[in-house]
């Protein structure tokens, strides 16, 4: 008897895809990572690291926001430069963002591992590694609805806090809260601002590349979304102002209130803040908050990993198990498959977390490169593809102003940014890392592209409907 063949699901919300956007962003790369831009780029160098990749992921999500909108599938972050631009591309960036994937998940449960420690400093942070990517398989077998749902609440604790903590720090500067004082802008000193000079400020943007990694699950999630071509543009028109208050503004309050060399990644500036406060176990409660986002950041990664993954196997660019999905919608071998690979956070076993977590966010931020650098191509070539094939610019439902400008600086920008880090002593060895492995998968997907076993995806059904202007179900 031939078994029954199930599709994942169109169960998320706009309020669920609105929320996914902040929860699968907001992780270790802002509560822990920011503490090493910080005591690296300084005080102000921090806020303006942030700040322009920030505008760098605003072009990327309008460009991602204008082909998801065209064509809402699963995976279609990867979809779209295998597409528009070429096969090998498009398993190149597939398989980079699973991998990269794979090195974020373990640094955000490396960095819950770090946070359980200071608790219960007698019990090994392996031990949470294991624990936590028990919870985080148990959350992902849930059907979609629940998960948008948990993360929905997830992500509205993190918007909480972060809320409650510039308004601390901003009562802190203007000497309203804590023993200090009227601190204003004392902590932003000649020796303060920039102590490694700008160099390290750029230096320093590869690691805030990652702590923004995950702000594309929104376009992954438009697969299972309802009314895709509604409610995906929403949530996308909203993240600039989300990155401006939640990542720029944070970083600056962070950077006024606590010297810059006292945060790092083990002292982050959000539980420190609060400790300079005064407020009564305010630093422990801080703490708390951010162990429940990365768990919620851990979430959504094996999410979109898993989405990913179904779609790089319907293309042939993966082994067929992995787009088996249950009755309930849930991809299950591709689950599995991306918390086992995300257990190279066991390496703390044998090396400190502080250094395994620098180390993944290093290895990390590089490859996120090839992963937009691909996905701001794509969005390059979309229109002339979309033209090409009988569609046109004027019908879709939501266009980026000013094409192509933006997109040509940001490509630009990645390939400086990349140059940088290859020549910087202090990131060369994530680029000795990244490098290689961008060449292997060039190699491997090359050879699948001439045997032919690169499928391209069915894109018909989403040109008629752009076509015919009518909405997609």
């Not at 004392?186 to 702590?211: C, E, Q, R």
């Not at 950077?255 to 945060?263: A, F, Q, S």
């Not at 400190?352 to 090839?370: H, M, Q, R, Y």
């Not at 019908?395 to 600086?409: C, E, H, Q, S």
């Amino acid at each position: 008897m031939e078994n029954k063949t199930y599709n994942l699901q169109r169960g998320l919300k706009s309020r669920h895809l609105t929320m996914i956007s902040i929860g699968g962003t907001i992780g270790t790369g802002l509560f822990l990572a920011s503490g090493n831009v910080v005591s690296k780029a300084g005080a102000l160098g921090g806020p303006i690291a942030y700040l322009a990749i920030g505008i760098l992921v605003y072009v990327l999500m309008k460009g991602l926001g204008e082909m998801s909108t065209f064509m809402p599938i699963p995976g279609g972050y990867t979809t779209y430069s295998g597409l528009f631009v070429h096969p090998v591309l498009g398993f190149m960036v597939g398989w980079n963002l699973c991998i990269n994937g794979f090195l974020g998940l373990g640094a955000e449960i490396v960095g819950g591992g770090m946070i359980l420690n200071q608790f219960f400093p007698g019990i090994p942070p392996v031990a949470f590694c294991i624990g936590l990517s028990l919870l985080i398989l148990m959350l992902n077998m849930i059907d979609v609805k629940s998960y948008g749902e948990a993360e929905f609440w997830f992500a509205g604790i993190k918007v909480v806090a972060i809320i409650i903590f510039l308004i601390v720090g901003v009562l802190m500067v203007f000497g309203l809260i804590g023993n200090q004082g009227f601190i204003g802008l004392s902590n932003w000193s000649s020796d303060s601002m920039f102590p490694h000079g700008f160099a390290a400020v750029i230096l320093m943007m590869t690691g805030v590349i990652w702590s923004y990694l995950g702000v594309e699950t929104v376009v992954v999630a438009a697969g299972e979304a309802e009314k895709p071509q509604h409610n995906v543009p929403r949530a996308i028109n909203t993240i600039f102002f989300r990155i401006l208050i939640f990542y720029v503004g944070s970083v600056t309050v962070m950077g006024l209130v606590v010297p810059y060399e006292n945060v790092s990644v083990l002292s982050n500036g959000y539980a420190g803040l609060f400790e300079m406060a005064g407020i009564p176990g305010a630093a422990t409660i801080m703490n708390i908050v951010i162990l429940t986002s990365l768990a919620s950041a851990a979430n959504s990664i094996v999410y979109a990993l898993s989405r990913t993954l179904v779609a790089l196997s319907k293309e042939g660019k993966a082994p067929k198990a992995l787009s088996k999905v249950n009755k309930r919608g849930i991809p299950v071998n591709a689950v599995i498959l991306t918390l086992f690979l995300g257990q190279v956070s066991l390496i703390t076993s044998f090396v400190s977390p502080d250094k395994v977590f620098v180390w993944l966010i290093s290895i990390a931020g590089f490859n996120t490169l090839l992963g937009w650098f691909g996905s701001f191509l794509a969005h390059y070539r979309f229109r002339k593809w979309l033209v090409a094939n009988g569609g046109s610019v004027d019908k879709l439902k939501f266009k980026m102003g000013t094409y192509p400008i933006p997109t040509i600086i940001c490509l630009a920008a990645l390939i400086a940014i990349a140059i940088y880090t290859a020549y910087s002593a202090d990131t060369r060895f994530s680029f000795y890392i990244g490098a290689p492995m961008l060449v292997l998968y060039f190699i491997i997907g090359t050879y699948l592209s001439k045997k032919g076993k690169l499928q391209e995806p069915d894109y018909k059904p989403y040109l008629e409907a752009h076509i015919d202007e009518t909405e997609i179900k």
